[in-house]
């Protein structure tokens, strides 16, 4: 995957209730790409991440009508969402975006995932006194990836990243709170 930027979206609503996204295919390299704005954040990033805190529903920071989403796209859609759309869009740093990922948008998902159908096989085998296989051991071991209790490896954005090769250039905020290049993380450093 290309390397990519992270991105907060503030999503309103419509009167109809639907959600009101900013006109992305407005973005000029949306336009180049040919492709609606949907299917280019899928493609050419990781798709939405929406917090927990639904349209319906209100927190401090969410208010009912409003919901936030997160993306992770190529750099030149944050870079012309956030000067399109200023009061909706602004360009995140790495640790922002990963903070929204856990503590909003998979706060309210399990740490494991369980499949019950292999899980009460198992169970019914052991009721019988009947040996397991070793597939079967491993469906119980949830660092294993075999179905039956697993990690639910998606809650965590380092985990994400890694399987979905994202790379992304390093960024902090300055004193004023822009996001801006994080030169103590070059390996060139000392020739700028």
Same mark, same amino acid.
Not at 115 to 127: H, M, P, R, S, V
Not at 136 to 147: H, I, R, S
């Given at each position: 995957?290309?390397?990519?930027?992270?991105?907060?979206?503030?999503?309103?609503?419509?009167?109809?209730?639907? =959600?009101?996204?900013?006109?992305?295919?407005?973005? +000029?390299?949306?336009?180049?790409?040919?492709?609606? %704005?949907?299917?280019?954040?899928?493609?050419?990033?990781?798709?939405?991440?929406?917090?927990?805190?639904?349209?319906?529903?209100?927190?401090?920071?969410?208010?009912?009508?409003?919901? %936030?989403?997160?993306?992770?796209?190529? &750099?030149?859609?944050?870079? &012309? =969402?956030?000067?399109?759309?200023?009061?909706?869009?602004?360009?995140?740093?790495?640790?922002?975006?990963?903070?929204?990922? +856990?503590?909003?948008?998979?706060?309210? +998902?399990?740490?494991?995932?369980?499949?019950?159908?292999?899980?009460?096989?198992?169970?019914?085998? &052991?009721?019988?006194?009947?040996?397991?296989?070793? &597939?079967?051991?491993?469906?119980?071991?949830?660092?294993?990836?075999?179905?039956?209790?697993?990690?639910?490896?998606?809650?965590? %954005?380092?985990?994400?990243?890694?399987?979905?090769?994202?790379?992304?250039? *390093?960024?902090?905020? @300055?004193? @004023?709170?822009?996001?801006?290049? @994080?030169?103590?993380?070059?390996?060139? *450093?000392?020739?700028?």
């Amino acid at each position: 995957m290309a390397e990519l930027a992270f991105m907060k979206v503030k999503i309103g609503t419509k009167k109809n209730g639907h =959600a009101n996204y900013p006109n992305f295919n407005a973005l +000029q390299c949306v336009i180049d790409s040919g492709m609606d %704005w949907a299917y280019y954040i899928d493609v050419k990033g990781l798709g939405w991440c929406y917090d927990s805190c639904g349209h319906k529903e209100s927190e401090v920071d969410s208010p009912i009508g409003i919901q %936030w989403g997160c993306l992770c796209v190529p &750099q030149e859609f944050v870079d &012309q =969402a956030a000067a399109t759309f200023s009061d909706e869009c602004e360009e995140l740093i790495e640790s922002e975006y990963e903070e929204f990922h +856990q503590d909003k948008a998979y706060v309210k +998902q399990p740490s494991q995932i369980l499949n019950n159908d292999i899980l009460n096989g198992i169970k019914l085998k &052991q009721d019988l006194g009947l040996p397991l296989t070793q &597939q079967q051991t491993d469906a119980l071991d949830p660092d294993n990836d075999e179905p039956g209790i697993t990690e639910n490896k998606d809650k965590v %954005w380092k985990n994400v990243k890694a399987k979905k090769g994202v790379t992304n250039k *390093k960024k902090k905020r @300055d004193n @004023d709170g822009d996001v801006v290049d @994080d030169l103590s993380m070059r390996k060139d *450093k000392e020739n700028l």
